[in-house]
């Protein structure tokens, strides 16, 4: 491959620049770089159209007239820039005439030198661009050392840290019930936590052979809560005793379970739990548990009352006549809902709904081989999903997703409360601002009128304090509003007429059975999209 070639001919006083058009492969240089040249060397005696035809065009030898030169030999040269960042030194090659000096390894080590260039310098870039000459373009003769950055420390946890960790399911979509893996535990002497400690980076070094410090890396923490301990070394944490391992608020916390081997009814009484619960039995009617952690019951539940700070298990279902409660801090995952009311702050995942009234903090999933849902209320933030919904006989269905009634009031309260309180607190700020301006007039007042409205703009500058909270949950409120219109149902099979589906604050029936639907807000209306 031959790239252009270039030289300075002069005959009889006058400067040529010989063009020689590369081959079919070989490279065209940039006709401002030659432009760059030719003012350097003070040869401003040329046509430009003529000049940059032969570079970019010319397919045989060209002689172009640049200006007058005394001078008749001309050495080939070598200019070295820095990069902006320091981390690169490019080259360009000038041409010169046919006696002249031609590039060499320590004509370019000495360009190098002059633009400082001390570390990275490429000998083998070097000796191949001298190998085979490109002029008038920028080749890379120097490359610093960049920067490795070190890595943070990072915690590993040998334990579910995700309070939204959905159970497994069977290939049909329901729900393994024998092996759900949402509860972590742990035995005495397990270590349930370590830090893997940060990595120091390593210098880099620019051209110039001027070091530069990587970014110290952070070092991982872990904060020990109750029921586990740091080992010797300080970097792994172990369970002190054998218990439910979860995290809570950043720290690693152990709960010791309670364990009853048979049912909660007369023999055990109601139960009142400190940590976790986990019952052999079924919960029997109009007994309750209460636990400060998980409740995890391997029966069913009858017309009772089951309340945990984290998340209920109930691998046999509830049936609870209508009186039937359930209630979790986190997620609340049941065979079966039927007749009962069950809140979640998490999400809620059973196979059927039947007569119930459920409300989750994030979604509600109804999956499994029937993955029905028949009369009653069903609440959800995000999403409501099931197989089919609604029922041709009995009560009506209502589905609500999106924004709570009681956010949307509480924003029309607060609203109504921060116009009142700004009114009032623009009439202060008047007064104040009036009063200011008076005595700088140079207006005289008495020190009761002085002292009441120093207390005015005490008052003032308090209730604009006071209103910081309020105006932060308005912001609040209005971001939930934007994810609330993004809620959704979605309807695997059947939807049944008389069903009703609220989305924040639309309402739509169902007239007719519908199949495979998702019912979204869209236009200020509830719709029926497809399925994705």
Do not use: W
Request: proline share 2%; hydrophobic share 35%; aromatic share 6%.
């Amino acid at each position: 491959m031959k790239n252009q070639k270039f030289e300075i001919v002069v005959q009889e006083k006058i400067a040529y620049l010989k063009v020689l058009p590369p081959d079919e492969d070989g490279q065209r240089v940039d006709v401002q770089q030659v432009l760059y040249f030719l003012g350097k060397k003070e040869f401003n005696d040329y046509n430009l159209k003529e000049l940059t035809s032969a570079i970019n065009d010319a397919t045989e030898e060209k002689l172009i007239k640049v200006g007058a030169s005394e001078q008749e030999k001309f050495d080939e040269s070598v200019d070295c820039d820095i990069a902006f960042d320091k981390m690169s030194a490019k080259c360009i090659f000038y041409p010169g005439s046919k006696t002249g000096k031609k590039i060499s390894k320590e004509m370019i080590m000495a360009a190098l030198s002059s633009s400082k260039v001390s570390y990275g310098i490429m000998d083998d870039a070097i000796d191949k661009a001298i190998k085979n000459i490109v002029y008038f373009k920028e080749i890379v003769l120097a490359r610093g050392k960049e920067v490795e950055d070190g890595k943070d420390g990072k915690v590993k946890y040998y334990f579910n840290t995700n309070p939204s960790h959905r159970p497994r399911q069977k290939a049909d979509g329901s729900v393994d019930y024998k092996n759900l893996d949402t509860i972590s535990q742990a035995k005495k002497g397990d270590v349930v936590a370590e830090i893997i400690k940060e990595v120091e980076g390593t210098p880099g070094v620019n051209v110039l052979g001027e070091e530069k410090a990587p970014k110290a890396p952070n070092p991982a923490t872990i904060t020990a809560g109750n029921g586990v301990s740091f080992n010797e070394e300080g970097d792994k944490l172990v369970a002190d005793f054998t218990g439910h391992i979860s995290l809570d608020k950043g720290a690693v916390v152990m709960s010791e379970v309670y364990e009853v081997a048979s049912d909660v009814d007369n023999s055990t009484g109601n139960l009142s739990y400190a940590g976790s619960v986990t019952i052999k039995g079924n919960v029997t009617s109009g007994f309750s548990v209460t636990a400060n952690g998980n409740i995890e019951i391997e029966g069913m539940v009858e017309d009772a009352y089951i309340e945990a700070t984290g998340q209920v298990i109930i691998k046999g279902g509830i049936v609870g006549k209508g009186k039937g409660v359930i209630k979790a801090g986190e997620n609340v995952i049941v065979k079966y809902i039927e007749s009962a009311k069950v809140i979640a702050k998490g999400y809620i995942e059973t196979d059927i709904i039947l007569n119930s009234d459920v409300s989750a903090g994030i979604d509600v999933r109804v999956s499994g081989k029937k993955g029905i849902i028949n009369g009653g209320i069903v609440r959800a933030s995000r999403y409501v999903e099931a197989n089919g919904i609604g029922t041709s006989m009995g009560s009506p269905t209502t589905i609500m997703v999106g924004l709570d009634p009681k956010v949307r009031e509480e924003l029309s309260m607060l609203t109504q409360n921060l116009a009142e309180k700004e009114e009032e607190l623009e009439k202060i700020k008047v007064t104040v601002t009036n009063f200011s301006s008076r005595i700088k007039k140079g207006e005289n007042f008495s020190k009761d009128k002085i002292l009441y409205v120093q207390k005015l703009a005490l008052v003032y500058k308090e209730q604009q304090k006071a209103l910081s909270p309020m105006r932060e949950r308005l912001e609040e409120i209005k971001a939930e509003m934007k994810e609330a219109d993004k809620s959704y149902v979605v309807v695997s099979g059947d939807v049944q007429p008389g069903t009703i589906i609220i989305i924040s604050d639309l309402r739509y029936t169902v007239k007719s059975s519908t199949a495979h639907s998702k019912f979204v807000k869209r236009d200020g209306e509830v719709r029926i999209a497809g399925m994705d």
